[in-house]
């Protein structure tokens, strides 16, 4: 590609908008009674009607109702009083029916917003709808180098995630974001990943695919007005893939305009390896799903009571959360991202809760630790040390049993299997000797094998203090206490 990124934004706007699918952690099926477990054995968990037999009749799960119930109101959505499902009519082989249950004109949840943060500031998109809908099967092609379908020797079909209830989130386009649009993507998915994590509706693992989104972009000539036309980048799978895959349709849109083309409106694919799209199918003559009212549900009308009920049962949502822990541990904006981005919002708030500071807690996590979660490749809350440990280790620190470079062995001994702060401690005998004979002994040979420096010291110049409190230090293996060993030092030749 010649044109960057950067290039790009000197001359045009991005407008990007996201489509995000949520499989919902119900225990059975969108219409059937089918279990949703995730990697069992190819069409075991599979029923006439989600393999859409003749004859078989859907029923609603109430559950997936009352989950998307409080997604849209955790999204500040407006929730319909009456809507229906509607059949989407295609055929693809993962869809045994040759339609899908869908919501069309009559969404369950329309109207609503999210705040994302951005770098100490507050961006609000505003979310179109959240429907319901049920997800297809998943075709297997054996026997190409790609296990796409190119190439293949033949395809296999599981039924076992046909019918899992899927809740479709749609953003309004989001225009204005400039530079940051790419960020301000991938942000949002994130804040809506963390709300539907704190809901407990889904697993949002985006690996497996229970969290996946379409994102739509298109850029227009800065100040026009004219927003441009869009493509859809299909299935981006992971939060990093969101940012790179509008960074990267802008650039390519830009080429596009810049030499004189148009821009087509198609659906593009996103390769995790290169980091751009290719073309899909183009979308400039609609396909007709002939859409119509699905005649074997009846219409779903949550009461006022319901919907009321559930809102009361809400959760703290991370937006109300973060406000409370920038306030109650007196953080700006960029601190408090700086733990989420880490993952260590979790573990700090039990840390602090098991008695330690916030202050303390954070420079643990996101120190010691977030070091040692990256050198293995691993996140902070999969350390196998609990926040009760951590609340423990800064209080020895507190009391001075140990100092930091101490701490730190004994977070190595804890991370070792090799038990508790206090066992640690016990174990490679790691406490600070705040024995005064033991430490005026140690100063005494300091100061009787460095005549030199002593003289400096007597002279005034107290910084040469450090080569006596340094041999202290090695005397004790690093177990005393530097500023008090300097102080003793002090008074000592005073
Ligand atoms: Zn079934």
């Not at 989104?213 to 036309?229: K, M």
Request: hydrophobic fraction near 40%; glycine fraction near 8%; charge should be negative.
């Amino acid at each position: 590609m010649t044109v960057s990124y950067e290039a790009a934004l000197q001359k045009y706007e991005p407008v990007f908008g996201l489509e995000t699918h949520v499989e919902l952690g119900t225990t059975t099926k969108m219409f059937c009674g089918c279990i949703t477990t995730f990697g069992a054995d190819p069409n075991t968990h599979t029923c006439p009607i989600c393999l859409g037999l003749p004859g078989s009749l859907p029923v609603v799960n109430e559950r997936a109702i009352e989950y998307a119930i409080k997604i849209g109101l955790a999204l500040n959505c407006s929730i319909a009083s009456w809507c229906r499902f509607a059949r989407k009519n295609y055929f693809y082989p993962d869809m045994p029916k040759n339609f899908q249950i869908s919501q069309y004109d009559e969404p369950l949840c329309t109207d609503g917003y999210l705040d994302v943060a951005i770098g100490g500031k507050t961006v609000r998109v505003g979310i179109e709808r959240v429907h319901l809908e049920e997800d297809t099967g998943k075709s297997l092609h054996v026997g190409g180098a790609t296990g796409r379908i190119q190439g293949a020797e033949y395809s296999l079909v599981d039924y076992n995630r046909a019918g899992i209830p899927l809740v479709e989130i749609v953003t309004k386009p989001v225009p204005g974001t400039g530079f940051l649009a790419p960020e301000v993507a991938r942000a949002y998915v994130t804040e809506l990943r963390d709300v539907l994590r704190t809901l407990g509706v889904s697993d949002v693992r985006m690996e497996e695919g229970s969290l996946r989104s379409d994102v739509n972009t298109s850029i227009s000539l800065a100040g026009s007005g004219v927003w441009g036309t869009r493509t859809e980048t299909k299935n981006v799978n992971s939060l990093r893939s969101v940012e790179r895959a509008v960074r990267s349709e802008v650039a390519r849109q830009a080429e596009v305009l810049d030499s004189g083309n148009r821009v087509i409106q198609e659906t593009r694919h996103f390769h995790e390896d290169t980091g751009v799209t290719t073309s899909g199918r183009s979308k400039e003559e609609a396909q007709d799903y002939r859409y119509f009212a699905e005649p074997d549900l009846v219409p779903v009308a949550p009461s006022t009571d319901w919907v009321e009920r559930i809102r009361k049962s809400l959760p703290e949502l991370p937006s109300a959360r973060r406000a409370r822990l920038i306030e109650s541990w007196s953080l700006s904006e960029l601190e408090f991202e700086a733990l989420r981005n880490a993952g260590a919002l979790d573990a700090v708030e039990a840390t602090v809760a098991a008695g330690a500071s916030p202050a303390d807690s954070r420079k643990w996590w996101l120190g010691e630790l977030a070091r040692r979660a990256n050198d293995s490749g691993i996140d902070v809350s999969e350390l196998p040390i609990t926040p009760a440990d951590v609340a423990r280790l800064s209080a020895l620190v507190a009391a001075g049993t140990l100092n930091d470079r101490l701490a730190r062995q004994v977070i190595e001994g804890v991370l070792d299997g090799e038990g508790t702060p206090d066992e640690v401690v016990a174990a490679r005998g790691l406490a600070i000797v705040s024995d005064d004979s033991a430490l005026t002994a140690a100063i005494d040979e300091a100061i009787a094998a460095n005549p030199d420096v002593v003289a400096k010291i007597r002279d005034g110049r107290v910084q040469a203090a450090g080569v006596l409190v340094g041999a202290v230090m090695k005397a004790t293996r690093g177990k005393a206490d530097a500023a008090k060993v300097k102080d003793m030092i002090l008074e000592r030749l005073a």
